[in-house]
């Protein structure tokens, strides 16, 4: 999979929900590794904002994430359209302190995204992959977010309020392609009596009936109600029945869950990559999602790169004798045994560690250790099989180290261990010389990396 921008810029305009302001919001297409980021495009200097979770300063009604003095607010609803299309790389410029309510939903925003159209680029996809059960928990709260390992992306929400019109509710995401016409249109919701503390709290100027369903599940007096609607500057509406308030119908049964959703997603947005696994949300809001991305992000600045995922029982991309006929190495020197996954740009291979590699004798005979030099060269030949793949005809060529830098040993590699190697371009292949980082795991540890450029020479 390719990391994918938009073809083309474009424009969504409206109020903010929160100041009342008038916003005008530019998408434009961005390069690749560059992620999500917000541009104040009022302020001066034009500072950009790394939209990612450690940068949120705020989640009271939305999702504001800051860089010095400069913040933007309500960023989720956007998040969620590009993450849910599978958009990497895009910059937006704001002239203001929040994005646009629109309508509530993220409809425009994907019906916008796929008019510009989808542009796909040359570097690959960088997925953080759950391996194992991933939780967090708010006791106080009781909401959680719960995500377990699985071979694709999908949601279950569950929301449940102490309310005679929204008791509990469900809403699930099993394929995130669906999410235009499953998801988008569901608008944000807001009960009746919590608006005066919004608006006692210099928030929701912005709000009226075409950008949010209003609940009403309290008993309230005409008088009060005329009182708030005289808040919001917005008409009076007479009400006599406990349930929803809004100019449109609801556009599901459970729309204020399938709301929810979204903005799972959208705060999931800030791990600054695409998740694979299962995520089930019980009672989310802001704070918890918020929290659960900077979980995934601490564990992403622990090591530059996840650990490959390795499935013993999937064939192999090249298999021993394969190799065999590309590199030139053979007993006891050729220190990969298999391929499980390639790309343009990078290469995993696997080296099984037994008992019965001829150097454990000597290194050492009490404490047998594998060489962390010999690791470098396990790397160097897995890197070797990827420069080859670049060329025609590749057993006619070899490939030879030139330089090694920034070499690292984190953790002793021993027999019985299973190194996976992860090797990728760090540079354009040039003149048949290429620079590459490499890195060596057991399990999820990271054991050893180093960067080194070697050179492709055809055989004479």
């Known amino acids: 999979m390719k990391q994918l921008t938009i073809k083309q810029p474009f424009i969504v305009e409206g109020k903010g929900l929160h100041t009342g302001a008038q916003i005008v919001a530019e998408f434009n297409p961005a390069p690749e590794n560059h992620g999500y980021k917000f541009q104040r495009i009022d302020l001066e200097q034009q500072p950009v904002i790394d939209a990612v979770a450690e940068k949120v300063v705020n989640t009271t009604r939305g999702t504001v994430i800051a860089q010095g003095d400069a913040s933007v607010s309500t960023v989720e609803h956007a998040l969620a359209a590009l993450y849910a299309l599978g958009i990497d790389n895009c910059l937006i410029k704001v002239n203001g302190p929040e994005m646009p309510i629109l309508d509530g939903s993220a409809a425009e925003y994907v019906e916008k995204i796929n008019n ?13 992959i759950v391996k194992q059960k ?20 999908s949601i279950d929400v569950k929301i449940d309020y102490d ?44 709000g009226d009936l075409e950008n949010a369903v209003v609940i009403y599940d309290a008993p309230m007096a005409q008088s009060e109600l005329d009182n708030l609607a005289d808040l919001m500057k ?34 999931l947005a800030l791990i600054g990559r695409p998740l694979r696994g299962r995520v089930i949300a019980t009672r989310p809001g802001h704070t918890i999602n918020t929290t659960f991305s900077k979980k995934i992000r601490k564990e992403l600045k622990r090591q530059d790169l996840q650990a490959p995922l390795y499935d013993p029982n999937k064939a192999p991309v090249m298999d021993n004798n394969r190799i065999r006929e590309l590199l030139p190495h053979r007993y006891p020197f050729q220190l990969v045994d298999k391929i499980i996954e390639m790309g343009d740009n990078y290469i995993v291979g696997v080296k099984n560690v037994t008992a019965n590699e001829p150097f454990f004798p000597g290194h050492f005979p009490q404490e047998p250790v594998m060489p962390g030099v010999l690791q470098i060269e396990a790397m160097a030949q ?3 099989l990827l420069v080859l793949s670049t060329v025609d005809d590749p057993a006619k060529y070899s490939t030879y180290f030139m330089k090694i830098d920034n070499v690292k040993f984190r953790q002793k590699v021993v027999p019985g261990d299973t190194l996976i190697f992860h090797i990728s371009f760090m540079t354009e292949l040039r003149r048949g010389c290429a620079v590459m980082k490499g890195y060596a795991f057991v399990g999820e540890k990271m054991v050893s990396e180093c960067e080194f450029m070697a050179q492709i020479i055809k055989n004479k």
């Open 116 to 128: 510009s159209g989808i542009v796909e680029q040359n570097a690959d996809k960088d997925y953080y």
């Open 134 to 153: 991933i939780e967090v928990r708010n006791d106080e709260t009781d909401a959680s977010i719960v995500v377990l390992p699985d071979d694709s992306f």
């Open 163 to 206: 309310s005679p019109v929204l008791p509990s509710q469900y809403a699930t995401l099993e394929h995130v392609e669906d999410f235009g016409k499953e998801i988008s249109s569901s608008r944000t919701f807001v009960f009746v009596r919590e608006i005066e503390p919004l608006i006692k709290s210099n928030l929701i100027k912005g």
């Open 234 to 267: 917005v008409p009076h509406k007479e009400v006599h029945d406990f349930g929803y308030i809004q100019e449109k119908p609801l556009v599901a049964y459970n729309e204020p869950a399938r709301h929810k959703l979204m903005d799972v997603l959208g705060d």
């Open 382 to 384: 897995t890197g070797g």
